[in-house]
């Protein structure tokens, strides 16, 4: 197992300053919600691949079946879950494979600004490039170390710690590499293309030109 990634929230910067726990309008959640649209789909091992695709630095697809996705690389980041409904669950511990390890492996062409995150049911999410490559953001297969339940996400599901939940699938099955933004599924539907809860990017109406393509 890699070393933990560690947390950026609850902690003190190097001014000694104390850092808010949660971001602005949030509450502390018990327990363990499950949040999302649709139904829970079945796992199905002999059918599921997971598949990077779009502008790759080679041109192809790659693709990994669910053994061979698992055996990739496994590290921990605790990371907090932030819903743009307003409750957190704080301190978990997510494990699995590291964003930058598909990029390592899979490299995107040196055009791509932003990517799909794909998942069962055609659910998707856009992420700019570098809150992809960050190195807290994990495809995870374990909380606090023990496999995902199917509705939290079993066999994957996608954590990207410092924006809002909905910018994670669960049910992952893929990552598009794209020169261009484009709305994922909560993003054409009045959420914030960017997302990130310390500034309290929940809506769309909130966004400013810059922040994404256009409605
Ligand atoms: N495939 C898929 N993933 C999704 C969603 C969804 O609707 N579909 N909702 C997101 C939202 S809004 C939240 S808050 C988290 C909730 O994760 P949890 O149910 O494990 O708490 O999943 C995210 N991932
Ligand atoms: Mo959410």
């Given at each position: ?201 929940r809506y769309s109406y909130q966004e400013e030109p810059e922040d994404g393509p256009g409605l």
């Open positions: 197992m890699g070393q933990p990634v560690g947390r950026e929230s609850g902690e003190r910067d190097s001014e000694g300053a104390a850092q808010p726990e949660l971001p602005p309008g949030q509450r502390v959640q018990r327990g363990w919600p499950v949040t999302h649209y649709g139904p829970v789909p079945k796992f199905r091992p002999e059918r599921w691949e997971f598949r990077v695709f779009g502008a790759t630095a080679d041109g192809g697809k790659h693709c990994w079946n669910h053994e061979e996705f698992t055996a990739l690389p496994y590290t921990t980041v605790v990371a907090d879950l932030h819903c743009v409904t307003k409750f957190s669950m704080l301190g978990a511990e997510w494990g699995g494979i590291p964003a930058r390890t598909i990029l390592d492996i899979a490299p995107p062409a040196p055009d791509v600004t932003h990517v799909m995150v794909w998942a069962e049911y055609g659910f998707s999410s856009n992420l700019r490039l570098s809150d992809f490559a960050s190195e807290r953001t994990l495809f995870a297969t374990h909380k606090d170390g023990e496999l995902l339940t199917a509705e939290h996400g079993f066999p994957l599901r996608l954590i990207v710690p410092h924006l809002y939940a909905w910018k994670g699938p669960k049910w992952v099955r893929g990552v598009e590499y794209m020169t261009a933004d484009r709305r994922g599924f909560w993003e054409e539907r009045g959420y914030h293309n960017i997302g990130d809860p310390w500034k309290e990017q």
